[in-house]
């Protein structure tokens, strides 16, 4: 009669546990860039309330149309659209995933191109809060977007996650019998 192997115990536990880290930030970055993805489709869809309730001024929808240009709100050029982005670090060990825009990414000059002293993140913020000085009402997008995803797609996202990574686990752990 054949000896039964019994597998090394801490082998297989280490195994497990690169496996898990390897396929949790998997799923983390496909997640932070379906969320991007989505967060970009919503704005070019117009599919918030403030886009809808606060119509661009007559001003700037002429201006918009005497040059050619997207005449949507958020949307003149695509270069605010572009520039959002996943941004990774790592910090202990850890991955860390950011949806927002570069802090060195400048404007450009919608008729020239030419690069303006206003940073895009800054931009960004007059959008979603307005300025009374330079006479942007308040779009609010980043916020009710994100807060809806706090609500409703985190807690299926961790049930997601914690499958995919069982899943991996399971098929690797299985592999050292």
């Known amino acids: 009669m054949a000896k039964l192997r019994i597998p090394d115990i801490e082998a297989v536990l280490n195994r497990a546990r690169d496996v898990a880290v390897q396929a949790s930030e998997d799923q983390l ?10 967060f970009v489709g919503r704005i070019r869809a117009q599919d918030f309330d403030s886009f809808r309730r606060v119509p661009l001024s007559w ?15 958020m949307i003149a050029t695509g270069e ?4 959002i982005q996943v941004f990774e670090t790592r910090a202990d060990g850890k991955l860390n995933l950011r949806i927002g825009i570069h802090p060195s990414k400048i404007v450009r000059h919608y008729k020239t191109g030419m690069r303006r002293r ?8 007059v959008h979603e809060f307005g300025s009374s000085r ?23 996202t961790a049930r997601e996650l914690t499958q995919a990574v069982g899943r991996k686990v399971r098929a690797s752990v299985g592999g050292h019998r």
Do not use: I
Request: proline letters at 8%; glycine letters at 2%; charged letters at 25%.
């Open 29 to 38: 970055r496909r997640f932070a860039h379906q969320l991007r993805d989505q």
């Open 59 to 73: 001003r700037w929808q002429n201006r918009k149309a005497a040059l050619h240009l997207d005449e949507r709100t």
């Open 80 to 83: 605010y659209l572009r520039s």
């Open 134 to 156: 330079a006479k942007v009402p308040a779009r609010p997008h980043w916020g009710p977007f994100f807060q809806d995803v706090q609500q409703n797609v985190a807690p299926r």
């Open 118 to 125: 206003l940073p895009m993140w800054l931009l960004a913020c």
